[in-house]
């Protein structure tokens, strides 16, 4: 370990070390994670048989906010909220204030689905 009596010189070595390291060093520092609001991946992440089943419903390019998708029971069952769905030309998943909302359960290592109705944000 160094030890310096003026604080001067280990102020120039670290200089110095951030120097060598060039601006590679600075640019991981300042790296923040960033997750668009309507995010393709919140679909993409989804079981095939489900992400298939948005597909077919909202056409090309879904997009989904954080809260379109919620898991409960370990992932067994998977609730679509779709007042969380972006799907550019298609949609209408909304009357009023209810939104369609889906439930599926997992049986036998696929997902199905269980329950389809139009509801309010709040379950």
């Not at 997009?63 to 298609?90: D, M, P």
């Amino acid at each position: 370990m160094l030890t310096f009596r003026n604080p001067i010189p280990a102020i120039v070595v670290g200089v110095l070390l951030l120097l060598v390291s060039g601006p590679r060093a600075f640019a991981l520092g300042s790296q923040v994670g960033h997750d668009d609001p309507w995010n393709p991946e919140h679909i993409d992440h989804l079981p095939p048989e489900i992400r298939n089943a948005v597909t077919h419903m909202c056409g090309n390019s879904p997009r989904a906010a954080h809260y379109f998708v919620t898991y409960l029971n370990h992932a067994q069952i998977i609730k679509l909220h779709f007042e969380h769905l972006h799907c550019g030309e298609a949609g209408g998943f909304c009357r009023g204030d209810n939104c369609l909302h889906q439930e599926y359960v997992s049986k036998g290592g696929q997902y199905r689905l269980i329950k389809s109705y139009y509801g309010r944000d709040n379950d």
